[in-house]
C-alpha cells in the first residue's frame, strides 16, 4: 500500500493544477470590484469633466453589481468577504486624493486604462484555466462589461488628448 501511495502522490501533484484553485481568481476579482467601486465613486464626485463623472459613476455601478454576483461563489468556496481594495488601486485613491480638475480626470483615465487592460488578460486567462465552469462562467460574463469600461476609457483619453492637441 505504501509503494502505491509514493507512486501516486508525485501525480496528484502534478494533477493538481487540473483540478485547479479557483479561490485566486475570485479573491483578486472581489477586490477588483471593491477596487473599481471606491475609485469610481470617487471620480462620480470629483471629477472636473462631466464625461468622466459619467464614466465614475458607471463603474461604481457596474462593479457593485459585479461583486453581488460574485458574493454567493466567494462563500460557496469558503473564502473571507472582504471590502479591502487591490493595493495598487489603494496606492492610486491615495494618489488621485491629491489631484483636482484635469490632472484628476487625466489620470484616473490613465490608470482606468491600464487597469481594465490587465484585467481583462487575467479574465480572458481564468476562461483557459482548469477551474470549476461555474468560476469560468462569471468571467465569461464578466469580460464584455470589462471591455467595455476600457472602451469608454479610451474614447475619453482620446477626448483629453484632443483638447490639449
Do not use: C, W
Amino acid at each position: 500500500m505504501r509503494k502505491i501511495l509514493l507512486m501516486v502522490a508525485p501525480l496528484l501533484a502534478i494533477a493538481s493544477p487540473a483540478l485547479a484553485n479557483p479561490q485566486d481568481f475570485l479573491n483578486k476579482a472581489m477586490m477588483g470590484d471593491n477596487s473599481e467601486t471606491a475609485l469610481g465613486k470617487l471620480a462620480a464626485s470629483r471629477a472636473a469633466n462631466p464625461g468622466v463623472r459619467q464614466y465614475g459613476a458607471m463603474l461604481a455601478t457596474d462593479h457593485a453589481k459585479g461583486r453581488r454576483e460574485i458574493l454567493p461563489m466567494v462563500k460557496r468556496y469558503r473564502l473571507p468577504s472582504t471590502t479591502a481594495l487591490a493595493p495598487a488601486a489603494d496606492a492610486e485613491r491615495y494618489k488621485l486624493g491629491r489631484l483636482h480638475g484635469a490632472a484628476f480626470d487625466h489620470e484616473f483615465v490613465r490608470y482606468m486604462i491600464q487597469d481594465h487592460t490587465d484585467d481583462i488578460s487575467d479574465f480572458r486567462g481564468e476562461l483557459k484555466s482548469g477551474d470549476p465552469a461555474e468560476v469560468r462562467a462569471i468571467a465569461q460574463r464578466t469580460l464584455p462589461v470589462l471591455q467595455k469600461h476600457l472602451k469608454t476609457a479610451q474614447a475619453l483619453q482620446a477626448k483629453q488628448s484632443a483638447r490639449r492637441g
